[in-house]
């Protein structure tokens, strides 16, 4: 018996972008909340799936998924395909104090709040007509996963699909004791809904930015300075005295580049200007030599 992780979880591209135009340039209330949701929701989602990555049971998991049936797109934290089940997680990192009543939720202060059963709801019907249509038509058991210690719930209904943070864990003993021996169907199935995951999100919503209004420089991997200066073969920053290699700066702020500018190419002279830091333009190259291929010729050099 053995977990197997199908597909990893990764942060999306709105969340990678506004986490880059966050340090780089004075993000609207608007832009910074989006920001925080997203941020709060991926790091529920990471500790959520560092306890599935735990299971011993034989099962395959996949996370982070985005599908289209009927012309309707759905979204799932995470799946866990067993023999006989699936079980569809849907994580939630919200804190606070919570109710329901009359079938709504709302939050302490008595504001209704987006329920997260009617979402579990939608994403279990859609996954089911999914699973049919694929020609799977296997079970589903779904749950909302409330993973903050800081959350708690009033007036909880019975017989619903919570898991509130204290019984997260009996959740995941539950699903390691449950019988399961998988095959290649299994397998295959588990393929096709990789296959079928839609890896850009229909959902952005980024703000405006122009290369010319967001700061240059190299930015701290621990605390987001742009106080970072070179020693030796090291980035340092004045700020926590987090170290770095050079070589690791340069490539983490190529990627950076890419993502927040997919149609600019990545020159020397573009990443000379972007990180700043590194005044050597030879250095620069160098790196680029050793970790991309050259495309062109002489001024019209560029790196894929």
């Known amino acids: 018996m053995e977990v197997m ?7 999306s591209t709105d969340l990678l972008i506004l986490d880059y135009l966050n ?41 982070g998924l985005l599908f289209e049936i ?13 023999q006989q089940l699936i079980y ?10 919570y109710f329901y009543e009359n079938k709504k939720f709302y939050s302490i202060n008595e504001k209704e709040r987006k329920d997260p059963l ?41 017989n619903e699909q919570i898991i509130l943070p204290t019984q997260v864990k009996r959740h995941l003993n539950k699903i ?11 397998e295959r199935l588990a393929d096709k809904l990789l296959s079928l995951h839609i890896v850009k999100s229909p959902y952005s919503n980024l703000p405006a930015y122009t290369y010319d209004q967001l700061k240059k420089g190299i930015v701290c991997q621990v605390c987001h300075s742009f106080m970072v200066f070179l020693h030796g ?11 770095e290699e050079v070589e ?5 702020h190529v990627a950076e580049l890419r993502t927040l500018f997919p149609d600019r190419k990545i020159t020397t002279s573009a990443i000379h200007e972007w990180c700043q830091v590194v005044e050597c333009k030879r250095r620069i190259n160098r790196i680029l030599e050793r970790n991309f291929n050259l495309i062109g010729e002489r001024r019209w050099v560029y790196y894929e």
């Open 5 to 11: 992780i199908k597909k990893a979880l990764t942060k």
């Open 23 to 63: 340090t780089r340039m004075n993000l609207t209330k608007d832009d910074k909340q989006n920001f925080e949701n997203l941020k709060r929701g991926y790091e529920g989602e990471v500790i959520f799936n560092s306890m599935t990555e735990k299971l011993e049971c034989d099962c395959l998991i996949l996370n």
């Open 70 to 82: 009927n012309h309707t797109k759905f979204q799932i934290d995470s799946l866990i395909i067993m």
């Open 88 to 97: 569809l997680n849907e994580v939630k990192n919200i804190e606070g104090d």
């Open 118 to 158: 009617l979402q579990l709801n939608r994403c279990s019907s859609l996954l089911r007509q999914l699973l049919q249509y694929l020609g799977f038509p296997i079970p589903i058991e779904p749950w909302v996963v409330h993973i903050n210690p800081e959350f708690s719930l009033y007036q909880a209904p019975r």
């Open 176 to 186: 390691n004791s449950t019988p399961s021996k998988l095959t290649s169907k299994h």
């Open 233 to 243: 073969k090291y980035c340092v920053c004045g700020e926590c005295g987090h170290e």
């Open 248 to 252: 690791s700066a340069v490539l983490r």
